[in-house]
Every structure is written in C-alpha cells, then in structure tokens.
C-alpha cells in the first residue's frame, strides 16, 4: 500500500492521480448532500454568427456524443475515465521505470484516449439506464407536444439531447430526428416517445 501511494504521488503519476482525486471529493461531496450530481453537467455554447467556430464546435459535440458524455451525466463520465487512466498511469510508469514529469506527460496523451475508449464501452449501458431516469422524472409532465433546444445534435441514428420546459419543468431529454439532421442550438418540437430507442422523437420548427 505505501509503494502503491507513493508512486501515485510521484510526479509522473500525478495529473492522473489529480483527476481521480477530484472525481473522488466530487462523488463524495454528492453523497454528503452538497452537490447534486449533475451540477457540474456540461454545457458548450456556439457562435452561430461564425462559420468555422460553429463548424469547430458542431465537430466537438459529435466527438463528446460518440463517447456517451451529454448522454451520461459529467462526473459519471469523468468517473469512468479517471480510474482507468489512473490504474495505467500507475502501470505505465511503474514498469517502464519512469519517474519524469515530463516522459509522464508524453504517455498521459496515450493513455487517456485509451481510457475514454474505455469509458465509452462502460457508460454505454447507462445511457438506456439515464434515459429511463429521464422518463421517469418527467412523471406526469409530457414533454411530447412542447418545443425545445438541442443542446447535442441529433440525427436520424444518433442520439442529441435537447432542453425542454413542460408545464414549468426543466427537462433534459435524449431526442433522436424524425427527419432531417438537427445541430445544436436548433429549435425542435417534439412529436413522440420512442420506446425501443428509449429516447425522444423531434423535428424541427420555425415558430415564425
């Protein structure tokens, strides 16, 4: 065990060691009460008046839709990478006989897409689990019938997330498109409840 903390503190260790801890008094902080655990969900904004900066951004959100984040709460999603790429971390390094920061950083780069790989495959069956959460929390609020904006883009195959007010609630739910390819930041109706898919069914619309 003190070998164990002694090389997670060591300086080629430590971002990984880093993340984990914060992750760790994150979820702690969750179970005491203090934070609920979508509070630090996250929320990208686009320019829409900037062509590339949209076309950058539009790019980002379909790679974070890919790995399950937007899908899956942040801190889950953190959860499931920083372990990994700890554990690695801590292997990596320990048989390579490194003690550089710097060789460290070199190898952080590997390992963490390895570990959002690695993630992607372990949150994936929480996205059918957080979808019925969903579902389950708009209670007798239907959100079919009301207008929303996409906050990931969705496509015919490939689950969004759209944010929708329903009688007063704020919810957030995961859509699929009934019909054309929808971005983020576009207004959308929803028109069903898929159940297979478990997730929602939106157009668009133009309120003009």
């Not at 957080?130 to 689950?159: C, I």
Request: glycine residues 6%; aromatic residues 10%.
């Amino acid at each position: 065990m003190t070998e164990l903390l002694h090389a997670a503190v060591s300086p080629p260790n430590l971002l990984a060691t880093g993340l984990l801890v914060f992750v760790v008094l994150y979820w702690l902080t969750v179970i005491v009460g203090v934070l609920d655990f979508k509070t630090l969900d996250l929320h990208l904004d686009a320019d829409h008046d900037v062509h590339h900066a949209h076309a950058g951004v539009e790019w980002l959100n379909s790679a974070l839709a890919f790995f399950n984040l937007g899908r899956v709460p942040l801190m889950v999603f953190l959860g499931f990478v920083a372990l990994p790429l700890w554990v690695g971390s801590i292997l990596l390094n320990y048989y390579t006989h490194n003690a550089s920061f710097v060789l460290g950083l070199l190898f952080f780069a590997p390992l963490l897409l390895g570990s959002l790989f690695v993630s992607k495959v372990l949150t994936t069956p929480f996205v059918k689990l957080f979808a019925t959460l969903e579902k389950d929390q708009a209670g007798s609020v239907n959100p079919v019938g009301k207008v929303g904006t996409l906050t990931l883009p969705a496509t015919r195959e490939q689950l969004g997330q759209a944010a929708v007010n329903a009688d007063g609630a704020s919810l957030l739910l995961n859509v699929r498109s009934a019909s054309s390819d929808l971005r983020k930041g576009d207004t959308a109706l929803v028109i069903d409840y898929d159940e297979p898919r478990r997730c929602y069914l939106i157009e668009p619309y133009d309120a003009r």
